[in-house]
């Protein structure tokens, strides 16, 4: 992949990967080191990015996979700081906390209007562009964005 395209080509996905990235990482700062972390990882491997079929998908598993990498080193450091019995419990307690909200998130996800709900979940869970989920659903990019617009304001609301 020539240096244009690989510029060209991240910078359209820079916001998702940001997404992605802040959902796991929960920090505005991480996210945008871990955005700017998966840049140079791919531009140094530019040369076999000709091979890959789904260039988005690709890049989005590379985010999850360097995101979670992170948390791990993070969980390591502090491990070794304050003892690895402390981690483990504060693990357990955030992996309920973090189980009770997506339970809260799912269940709220649930309770929007149909049409809100389809377009969510195919947005947000199968990734899908305004465009695919256009020819997918048959509704244009307007009524999509203002979709997605209300059911995040009805989320935070009920969240």
Same mark, same amino acid.
């Given at each position: 992949m020539t240096p244009e395209v690989l510029t060209e080509t991240f910078k359209s996905l820079s916001d998702g990967l940001y997404r992605v990235a802040y /959902?796991?990482? !929960?920090? !505005?700062n991480d996210a945008q080191d871990a955005v700017q972390d998966l840049f140079v990882k791919l531009w140094g491997?530019? @040369?076999?990015? @000709?091979? $890959?079929?789904?260039?988005?998908? /690709?890049c989005t598993t590379l985010m999850k996979n360097l995101c979670i990498d992170r948390l791990r080193k993070e969980q390591r450091v502090q491990g070794i700081e304050v003892g690895t019995d402390i981690v483990e419990s504060r693990r357990v307690d955030e992996d309920y906390d973090a189980r009770e909200k997506l339970e809260r998130v799912l269940a709220a996800i649930e309770r929007l209007p149909e049409r809100q709900r @389809? $377009? &969510?979940? &195919? /947005? $947000?869970? !199968? !990734?899908?562009? /305004?465009d695919e989920i256009a020819q997918k659903t048959g509704m244009t990019n307007l009524t999509l964005r203002v979709l997605l617009s209300n059911a995040r304001k009805t989320l935070r609301s009920q969240i």
């Open positions: /959902y796991i990482l !929960e920090s !505005e491997n530019r @040369d076999q990015l @000709d091979t $890959v079929l789904n260039f988005k998908a /690709y @389809d $377009v &969510m979940k &195919m /947005y $947000v869970l !199968e !990734e899908m562009s /305004y």
